[in-house]
């Protein structure tokens, strides 16, 4: 009964993922004959191609800003909406609709939203009489990365809410009757009872949060198409430009063998802190 | 203290979301100087010219048909084909059933993005390209391991007993399947199918590379194409972004609880 399935899956999920480790192996420009040469992508990819090491550069302190903010604000908020009633119902739908839109809708409102000239968080800014806040978001190095990131955090925080609150909600309440019982502060609670209690919950959410933000290509793309000046590249926008802009399609796979490695390093890595913290804790 | 605090970030976050759809819904019905001057103030006039140009100069109609069918389709197959493997997984308690669980969970492991420069030279090679089947399958095939992921926990909780009974009374496995497996597991196939449609509609990097031919376009393509053509007129690009999202948020609106439990089962599983 999986037949359908597998032959589908097969053709076109492994073996295209077995044939880019043979595409990373060489240089191919589409047209002419690939030629082999070894593990040369890789080579340079590790030492002599800064835009790229850049461009990783750009990927993990966007996913460290992702993850952090987003996790922090879907916690804080889910312990606000724990409670099913009316409000926090409401709260809860309005909260989990940017996720219901299209990445590229995202994007275009957001880019409105950033524009310099007439755009709504620089008028704002503005009329709030602080013009020197009202820089070039999207426009300015220093800025692009992190405008996307917030961006990035608007869209998938009523998601994550909606987990958290699911996994709060596990928690007995007596847990909390008892700390109240003895005193303890919001603060106590929080730390002692929430924290460690809503730790799966916690794992689920990092490790999908890291994989979507190593994944992450519609908003860069919509938004400022990795400018400027690379300063808002991430990997896969990379893998997509070295492909279909600079037709080095070896070169490519080479790249996105990479972020396999790193993707499957980063959940490797978050499975044993996470799983030393439950050892800790319990 | 504490509950300044919780309104006043509560209120924040909620004033986040509700201000910039706003502005796009109210930017549908307006004319470019009006959002730029006030975005969030009412438009003088409630009329539908943005859409009337819409649908003649940008031609809306033909992405927006091109999307019903790629997601309508894919979610169909999807829902076919993976319900049966998660059927075969759940049911199979031998060695067979944990290799294609295997299988597949590979798929979770391997992020879809790094196919794109095979897929793109396997379907070049297929004439795949410009085509709405083409984007089918990948479609496909990219949703398939998480759809059997999520399926196969749901077929797992199904009691035994219910498919033991079936198979005493003689009934094969696409007979337990068809009348005991799927009835039961609806809620299940309903929220997987939302979470599958939410994807496929918002796809843009496989589309991206795949479709240049104008009549073969989807919504989140036309979308970016639209920015170039109408890159000073917002008030087209936000009557556009309101033509792509309605059947998300019509969607959204009556079967918000199958909704937010299939993006939310999508997000835990995988």
Partial sequence: MALPAVAVYS???????????????????????????GLHNFVHLATSDDL?????????????????????????????????????????????????????????????????????????????????????????TKYSLYAIAVTQIWFHTGQMVIIYVAGLQQIPADLYEAAEVDGATRWQQFKNITWPMALPTTAVVVAYTTIQSFRAFDLVYSMTQGGPQ???????????????????????????VVLILVVLLVTWLQRRTLRIDYGVKK | MYKVFKNTMLSIFALAVIVPSSIVVLGAFKKD??????????????????????????????????????????????????????????????????MLFMLFSLGLAIPGQVNIIPIYHLFVK??????????????????LPISIFILT???????KEMYEVAGIDGAGHLRIYRSIALPLSRPALGATGIFLFVICWNDLLYPLMLITQLDKKTLPLT??????????????????????????????????????????????KG
């Fill in chain 1, 11 to 37: 053709f076109l999920y492994l073996y295209p993922a077995v044939q880019n480790l043979l595409y990373a192996t060489e240089r191919w420009d589409g047209v002419t004959k690939p030629q082999q040469v």
């Fill in chain 1, 52 to 140: 790229f090491r850049r461009i990783v550069g750009n990927n993990i302190r966007f996913t460290l800003i992702v993850v952090i903010f987003q996790t922090a604000f879907s916690l804080l908020f889910a312990t606000f909406l724990l409670k099913n009633t009316k409000t926090t119902i409401f709260l809860r739908v309005i909260y989990f609709f940017p996720t219901i839109l299209s990445s590229v809708s995202v994007g275009l409102i957001w880019t409105f939203l950033y524009n310099p000239n007439f755009g709504f968080i620089n008028a704002t800014l503005k009329a709030m009489g602080l013009n020197s806040l009202a820089l070039n978001w999207l426009g300015d």
């Fill in chain 1, 230 to 256: 690379n300063s808002s590249d991430l990997i896969v926008t990379s893998i997509y430009n070295t492909a279909f802009a600079s037709f080095k399609y070896g070169y490519a796979s080479a790249q996105s």
């Fill in chain 2, 33 to 98: 100087n009006e959002i730029y001057s006030n975005p969030l103030a009412l438009p003088k006039s409630w009329n539908f010219n943005n859409f009337r140009t819409l649908i003649h100069e940008g031609n809306v109609f033909t992405p927006f048909k091109n999307s019903v069918i790629v997601s309508l389709f894919s979610v169909a197959i999807t829902l076919l084909f993976a319900s049966l493997a998660a059927y075969g997984i759940a049911r199979m308690t031998t060695i067979t059933g944990r």
């Fill in chain 2, 126 to 143: 297929l004439h795949l390209t410009n085509s709405l089947v083409g984007l089918i399958l990948v479609n496909i095939a990219l949703t």
């Fill in chain 2, 153 to 159: 926990s749901f077929f797992k909780d199904i009691p």
């Fill in chain 2, 223 to 268: 979308l970016i194409d639209f920015r170039g053509e109408f890159a000073t007129s917002y008030s087209m690009l936000f009557t556009a972004i309101m033509v792509a999202s309605v059947p998300m948020i019509a969607m959204y609106i009556f079967m918000q609880r199958s909704f937010i439990a299939g993006l939310t089962a999508g997000a835990v």
